[in-house]
């Protein structure tokens, strides 16, 4: 079981190392089993290759989510497809 400082400090130092690897979405904290782990999100199966199973005695979870795109800003005329201008 691994503690949350614990694990902060293991994800903040996989961020480092996975920085620039094309298709990292996105790295967090997540809960299992009493403990923690890292959670990475990929955009494609072939970027899991890269990303280690554990990491500095943390557990490491990949998700394949897709692409990543930022959205329009709140307030934009692009917020909400097909919207009415009056």
Do not use: F, N, S
């Amino acid at each position: 079981m691994t503690d949350r400082d614990a694990a902060r400090a293991a994800k903040d130092h996989l961020r480092t190392r996975l920085q620039g690897l094309p298709g990292v979405g996105g790295i967090g904290l997540g809960r299992r089993h009493g403990g923690y782990v890292i959670t990475v999100t990929v955009a494609r199966e072939e970027t899991c290759a890269h990303v280690p199973g554990h990491y500095e005695g943390v557990d490491v979870e990949v998700r394949v989510g897709g692409a990543v795109a930022a959205l329009p800003a709140a307030g934009t005329a692009d917020t909400h497809e097909g919207a009415r201008e009056e």
